[in-house]
């Protein structure tokens, strides 16, 4: 198995967690959105459908989508792993920013980062060993 290879197969596994935490936000929007300390509002029925759509279809799809360019079509499957990388690595900033600024450094602000950095992380290996690759084969030049 070559690196690029190894890269592809850690950021569908990475797919697959994406996708798992979308299609429990589907399955049970409640606990997702309890979780960091907010509720559903009983008066405003599209809530629940708020948290279903952003949280479960958006990951769901685009991580599902992700993994299936990176099985059938890796140049194109790495491009969209290196959005999702950004994706979640502007999540892992936004969160640093937050925990700095609400002085909040909790056990689960904590873990929720280096998460989201490792995501982000493992999605950019795709683009990085394939363009790579690319380059070492064509003598650095990428067209």
Do not use: Q
């Amino acid at each position: 198995m070559s690196i690029s290879d190894f890269a592809v197969f850690l950021a569908v596994i990475a797919c697959a967690i994406g996708g798992a935490l979308g299609g429990f936000a589907i399955a049970r929007p409640e606990d997702v959105i309890g979780m960091v300390g907010l509720r559903l509002d009983p008066e405003k029925p599209h809530s629940a459908a708020e948290v279903r759509a952003t949280y479960g279809g958006l990951f769901l799809l685009s991580h599902a989508a992700t993994a299936a360019a990176l099985g059938y079509a890796p140049i194109v499957g790495a491009a969209m792993a290196l959005t999702l990388a950004f994706a979640w690595l502007g999540a892992a900033l936004a969160r640093g920013y937050s925990m700095i600024r609400e002085d909040a450094p909790t056990p689960f602000n904590t873990g929720a980062l280096i998460f989201e950095m490792l995501m982000g992380l493992t999605f950019a290996l795709p683009f990085w060993s394939l363009t790579s690759a690319a380059a070492r084969s064509s003598g650095g030049v990428l067209v």
